[in-house]
């Protein structure tokens, strides 16, 4: 138990579907992240919130959407995907922004796009 | 701009045997550091973090100790086993309590075979 669940586990969706990852966490930090990790590549930030607030959005194409409707639920809400966009999506949370104190991360969700 | 750039895998080691894997950042001002583990089809987990010069992080056999005057943060375990065998990150954060900004190495996988 790290104390972030994603779900779900495993998705495979289709270029034109619609789908949500959904990140929850009840260790009462005030920071939650999306990250993406590839093969072969650096894990990337996407969205960063704090206390509810996004405040940080690095670069990320529309068809990724996050949404965080209180301060332990976190979502990524994707639409109209690329075959590149198949990563495995992770949730983090730290105390605070930042994470000074480190990162609890959850086990990710491994999105494939056909 | 920060980085941390650890050593190229893969490692691959007997079991018993000693483990370096080495981590160098650059960043502004003093930063946190941290190892971070990831094994098979899992989320990172944090392993262990030091936040001043000179502090040595340990959890589970593995220590790190933060060398402010060689920028480094290398991790080591005396005797490795099978289950050690996994993805290790090194990590940084820096900038203002609550601003921070972390960021990751490119990962070491590691193979400990018995």
């Known amino acids: 138990e790290t104390g972030v669940t994603q779900t779900p586990r495993h998705l495979v969706m289709g270029m034109t579907n619609k789908k949500s990852l959904k990140c929850e966490q009840h260790l009462g930090h005030n920071a939650m992240y999306w990250y993406k990790q590839s093969a072969k590549k650096p894990l990337e930030l996407m969205f960063v919130?704090?206390?509810?607030?996004?405040?940080e959005n690095n670069s990320v194409p529309s068809r990724f959407s996050p949404e965080c409707p209180n301060s332990s639920h976190l979502f990524l809400h994707l639409h109209t995907l690329q075959p590149e966009d198949s990563a495995l999506y992770l949730c983090?949370?730290?105390?605070?922004?930042?994470?000074?104190?480190?990162?609890?991360f959850g086990s990710g969700t491994r999105l494939t796009v056909v | 701009g920060d980085s941390v750039t650890q050593m190229e895998g893969p490692v691959t080691l007997s079991e018993e045997a000693f483990l370096t894997i080495n981590c160098t950042y650059t960043?502004?001002?003093?930063?946190?550091l941290f190892w971070y583990v990831q094994y098979p089809g899992e989320g990172l987990q944090l392993l262990l973090k030091a936040t001043k010069a000179d502090d040595k992080g340990s959890n589970k056999g593995f220590e790190a100790t933060y060398r402010k005057e060689t920028t480094s943060f290398h991790l080591e375990k005396g005797s490795v086993q099978v289950s050690d065998s996994a993805v290790y990150f090194c990590a940084s954060a820096s900038g203002l309590r609550g601003y921070q900004k972390v960021t990751f190495g490119t990962g070491t996988k590691l193979q400990v075979i018995p």
């Open positions: 960043a502004t001002g003093y930063p946190s």
């Open positions: 983090a949370s730290s105390q605070d922004r930042g994470g000074l104190y480190g990162y609890t």
């Open positions: 919130y704090s206390l509810e607030e996004r405040v």
